[in-house]
């Protein structure tokens, strides 16, 4: 069993940043890959960026990548999502997720975008970004 609490949205002016926490409870978070999702009024959830078990590789959306940074400490039971030069279309609440990795090897690699991956999610947290 893992528990996520997202914490660090708000709101911003176009062009800030803003950075994004998820804190894990359970003693088995470095056994699962983390990802983040958002959703937009509206719209379905999308993926946004993930990270292995280990911190050694790193997904991103097309519409974020080298705009935001996805990294964990495992000791800290944390997964952090800094985010840079925000635009309006980047509103949305974003939550955070967990997919196990103790299945078959290479699983996450292959399906690290896909809602269905994630075993566990946390409650979101609102980003807002203004014009």
């Known amino acids: 069993q893992l528990q996520l609490v997202e914490s660090g949205g708000g709101l911003v002016q176009a062009g800030g940043s803003l950075r994004l926490s998820c804190l894990a409870s359970?003693?088995?978070?470095?056994?699962?890959?983390m990802g983040w999702f958002r959703q937009a009024p509206g719209k379905e959830r999308e993926f946004v960026a993930g990270?292995?078990?280990?911190?050694?590789?790193?997904y991103y959306v097309d519409s974020v990548r080298g705009r935001f940074t996805i990294s964990r400490d495992n000791a800290k039971r944390t997964v952090v999502l800094e985010m840079s030069s925000l635009k309006p279309v980047d509103t949305a609440v974003y939550y955070c997720?967990?997919?196990?990795?103790?299945?078959?090897?290479?699983?996450?690699?292959?399906?690290?975008?896909?809602?269905?991956?994630?075993?566990?999610w946390g409650q979101g947290t609102p980003v807002t970004v203004s014009s």
């Open positions: 997720a967990a997919s196990w990795e103790g299945g078959p090897a290479g699983f996450y690699d292959g399906n690290y975008n896909r809602y269905g991956a994630y075993d566990y």
């Open positions: 359970g003693r088995t978070f470095s056994m699962y890959a």
């Open positions: 990270i292995n078990w280990s911190g050694s590789s790193t």
